[in-house]
């Protein structure tokens, strides 16, 4: 079993930043990827950024490309997520999440194990 929390979320103003982190425990040697969902109201689920523990291959939704940066501390078992120039519609609960294996990086079905969630509000 892997468990996930996360941290970091807040309410800031559009153009500013924030960083979540998500700390993984149990067994952790077994993770593959970890990734980077969110979820607006009334919205789907949708896929934001993936990163590969042993490669740290990584990437990234078009939405979020060049202001999203995802990176990994494996010392620590901790993912983070720094995005810059954030946007209103950037508002979502981000969920943490991980995979054991290879497969569509890019589907939540594909992950095995999440966070609870943290709220990020982006005021215009």
């Known amino acids: 079993q892997v468990q996930l929390v996360e941290s970091g979320g807040g309410l800031v103003q559009a153009g500013g930043s924030l960083r979540l982190s998500c700390a993984a425990s149990?067994?952790?040697?077994?993770?593959?990827?970890m990734a980077w969902f969110r979820q607006a109201p009334g919205k789907e689920r949708e896929f934001v950024t993936f990163?590969?523990?042993?490669?740290?291959?990584?990437n990234y939704a078009d939405s979020v490309k060049g202001r999203f940066t995802i990176s990994r501390d494996n010392a620590q078992d901790t993912v983070f997520l720094q995005m810059n120039s954030l946007k209103p519609e950037d508002t979502a609960v981000y969920y943490c999440?991980?995979?054991?294996?290879?497969?569509?990086?890019?589907?939540?079905?594909?992950?095995?194990?999440w966070g609870q969630g943290t709220q990020v509000t982006v005021s215009s």
């Open positions: 999440a991980a995979t054991l294996n290879f497969g569509s990086m890019f589907s939540a079905r594909q992950y095995n194990y």
């Open positions: 149990g067994r952790t040697f077994s993770i593959y990827a």
């Open positions: 990163i590969k523990r042993n490669s740290g291959t990584t």
